[in-house]
């Protein structure tokens, strides 16, 4: 249930930043809606499996280069940190078109589950509470 409800979100956010781009508050929230939701569900863990698994990859290369102290969880941590800048520097930019900031919602959530730390820590509480708040809103919305 939950990756139908992020799919409908995030096409809602893409329909919505095109349609109504005035509005910019409505795609954003649709689409932060949508990655929770989209965290959630069985689909972002096994998105989340394969990140993890490409950032032990990088993590290698770095500590084969580099000597060691790179871990898959730092990786994705730092990829979590560029998204949030990528959604907050698009917003700053021009807050009519939200584009980058959508798709940066489908990564960037999935990426903060497994970095662990503080960045993880808030999105799993943030992850939780929107993921049924989104699942409740959409099943309000269309019944079911």
């Not at 349609?19 to 069985?42: E, T």
Request: proline letters at 1%; one cysteine or more; hydrophobic letters at 60%.
């Amino acid at each position: 249930m939950y990756i139908i409800t992020a799919i409908g979100l995030f096409w809602a956010a893409w329909i919505t930043n095109k349609k109504w781009g005035k509005h910019w508050w409505l795609p954003l929230s649709l689409a932060a809606l949508g990655s929770l939701a989209q965290a959630a569900s069985a689909v972002g863990g096994w998105m989340g499996s394969m990140m993890m698994l490409l950032a032990s990859m990088v993590a290698g290369m770095l500590n084969s280069v580099f000597g060691g102290g790179v871990s898959a969880t730092m990786i994705l941590g730092v990829f979590a940190l560029i998204g949030t800048i990528v959604i907050v520097a698009d917003v700053m930019v021009d807050h009519t078109c939200n584009k980058y900031a959508i798709a940066s919602f489908v990564l960037t959530p999935v990426a903060a589950m497994y970095a662990g730390g503080i960045i993880g820590s808030l999105h799993a509480g943030l992850r939780d509470a929107g993921s049924g708040a989104a699942t409740g809103l959409v099943g309000a919305l269309i019944g079911g």
